[in-house]
Each structure stands twice: as structure tokens, then as C-alpha cells.
């Protein structure tokens, strides 16, 4: 199976703030990435897909980049609404998908 | 509009069979390019997707739970229905059902459920 990582695990930021996180994947999994946000309770929510792709509906202060095995998510301007965990998920291998272990976005 | 409905027991016995059912509407689950997914999350830890589905009834399992799960569908009755057996207190979770939506260069999840917190406990 692909094994998927994330860094920060955690990090703490203001509103306004810049928030970049990255995702790495245990072999090339071409542009086949996912980032999501979840804040408790609430079900996930799409951003990106296709490692640089808005998903519709989804503020353009989110952004994304990457492929192979290393990929990025940017927040601009860290928002209220934006705190919470962020999580990459692969979709190169369609008979195993997995998700990265999160990254928690607290305030500052 | 898209939405998901995941149902079940919120408690189970440990060695019990666990099933649960997503419910759907907004979508049918024979378009071909969408299939349907179940992902758990035990309390504080990461997301581990458990199985899928597609249109064409082809079916992938997590390879370290495959021996256990069985992932069906009703499409007449728009549902999506997973079936864990011997369950042991480390399966408790939330078990959240999502649709998988075929993209170029991506199949990502892009409607999810709200969620069902399944506890095993005697």
C-alpha cells in the first residue's frame, strides 16, 4: 500500500497568516492527490483534487501544488473558519486509497 | 443536492457483526463515474479508508480488514451497505460513508456523511 505523510502534525497560526503543509507520498502517485478540511463534528470537506485543482465552492486563498510524491497546501490569509485538521489522500492506487495522519491548525 | 446518510448501531458487543448502511440522494449509484467509499476514524487518531464500490459493482477492501468487511449496494433503494465482522473494542470509531467521483487525474471524495461514532463495548 502507498503510506501517505504529512508535515507539521501541528502547527498554530494567527488569521491572516500564511499556512503552508506538505504531504508525501511512499512512491509517485503522479498528480492523483486530494486535500481535505475537518473540523469535529462536521463532515470533511474537498478543497483540491488533482494536487492543484479548487475544488467548486472553495475559496481561492486555498491552493495547491505538487506531484510525484511531494505536494503542498497553501492557505492565504488564514481565516477563522480555516482553523481546524487538513489531511492529503492518494487516489494513484484505485484498490487502496489512503489518507495522510492530518495536520491540526490551531490559533496562535 | 448531494447528501449521505450513514445508520447503524452506536453500540455493538465485541465479536458482534457491525452493519451499516449509507443512504443516499442527489445522485444514482450507477452513474459511472462515481462509486461510493467507507472511511472510519477511531477517537483521535487518523482517517483509514475501509472499502469501496463503483458503478459496475467492482469492489476494493483495505487489505488488512478485507478478511472482514463486505461492502454491497441496493441501487432501487439508493443504498450502500458494509458489514464488519468480530468486532473488537479497537474498532471503535466514527464510520463515515462518501462518494468517490472519477476526475482527471483524480478520484477524490467529494460529498461526505455526517458521520456515526460506533462503540464496541460489552
Known amino acids: 500500500d502507498i503510506q501517505m505523510t504529512q508535515s507539521p502534525s501541528s502547527l498554530a497560526a494567527s488569521v491572516g497568516d500564511r499556512v503552508t503543509i506538505t504531504c508525501r507520498a511512499s512512491?509517485?502517485?503522479?498528480?492523483?492527490l486530494s486535500w481535505y478540511h475537518h473540523k469535529l463534528g462536521k463532515a470533511p470537506r474537498l478543497l483540491i483534487y488533482?494536487?492543484?485543482s479548487l475544488q467548486s465552492g472553495v475559496p481561492s486563498r486555498f491552493s495547491g501544488s505538487g506531484s510525484g510524491t511531494e505536494f503542498t497546501l497553501t492557505i492565504n490569509s488564514l481565516q477563522p473558519e480555516d482553523f481546524g485538521t487538513y489531511f492529503c489522500?492518494?487516489?494513484?492506487?484505485?484498490?487502496?486509497?489512503?489518507f495522510g495522519p492530518g495536520t491540526k491548525v490551531d490559533v496562535k | 443536492q448531494v447528501t449521505l446518510r450513514e445508520s447503524g448501531p452506536v453500540l455493538v458487543r465485541p465479536t458482534e457483526t457491525l452493519t451499516l448502511t449509507c443512504t443516499v440522494s442527489g445522485f444514482s449509484l450507477n452513474h459511472a463515474k462515481m462509486g461510493v467509499s467507507w472511511i472510519r476514524q477511531p477517537p483521535g487518531k487518523a482517517l483509514e479508508w475501509l472499502a469501496h464500490i463503483f458503478s459496475n459493482d467492482e469492489k476494493f477492501y483495505n487489505t488488512s480488514l478485507k478478511s472482514r468487511l463486505t461492502i454491497s449496494e441496493d441501487t432501487s433503494k439508493r443504498q450502500v451497505v458494509l458489514t464488519m465482522t468480530n468486532m473488537d473494542p479497537v474498532d471503535t470509531a466514527t464510520y463515515s460513508c462518501?462518494?468517490?467521483?472519477?476526475?482527471?487525474?483524480?478520484?477524490?471524495?467529494?460529498?461526505w456523511g455526517q458521520g456515526i461514532l460506533v462503540t464496541v463495548s460489552s
Open positions: 462518501a462518494r468517490i467521483r472519477w476526475l482527471p487525474n483524480s478520484i477524490p471524495f467529494d460529498y
Open positions: 489522500q492518494q487516489s494513484y492506487s484505485t484498490s487502496s486509497f489512503t
Open positions: 512512491q509517485s502517485i503522479s498528480r492523483y
Open positions: 488533482a494536487a492543484s
